[in-house]
Nanobody, 119 residues
Framework: QVQLLESGGGLVQPGGSLRLSCLAS????????MGWDRQAPGKQRELVAT???????TYSDSVKGRFTISRDNAKNTVNLQMNSLKPEDTAVYYC?????????????WGQGTQVTVSS
């Protein structure tokens, strides 16, 4: 069984930084695109950033220039470095990945990690 486990969330002041990490584990054959989404209270889930297996990245306009997504293919991890955080970045952040395992290829989601930006 494949699992995604996020870490690194917490409370930070506006202008501060946090680094989120996500580890994919299980009977993994290959990992394709990985990414982060977020969902703020009362709002729809939105895409934050993605990174392909060839390390091509995309970002939402709201985080471009402040967030950086990266991955370590040897360790099956994806990271999100978040700088210059704003109160509107407060949300639950979800790791996700397109993974091929011994039972086939499908999209997986983590349980989420809370990020709160507040003074």
């Amino acid at each position: 069984q494949v699992q995604l486990l996020e870490s690194g969330g917490g409370l930070v002041q506006p202008g501060g930084s946090l680094r989120l990490s996500c580890l994919a584990s299980g009977r993994i054959v290959d990992i394709y695109t990985m990414g982060w989404d977020r969902q703020a209270p009362g709002k729809q889930r939105e895409l934050v950033a993605t990174i392909t297996s060839g390390e091509i990245t995309t970002y939402s306009d709201s985080v471009k220039g402040r967030f950086t997504i990266s991955r370590d293919n040897a360790k099956n991890t994806v990271n999100l470095q978040m700088n210059s955080l704003k109160p509107e970045d407060t949300a639950v952040y979800y790791c996700n990945a397109d993974i091929e395992s011994y039972i086939g290829r499908r999209h997986y989601w983590g349980q989420g990690t809370q990020v709160t930006v507040s003074s």
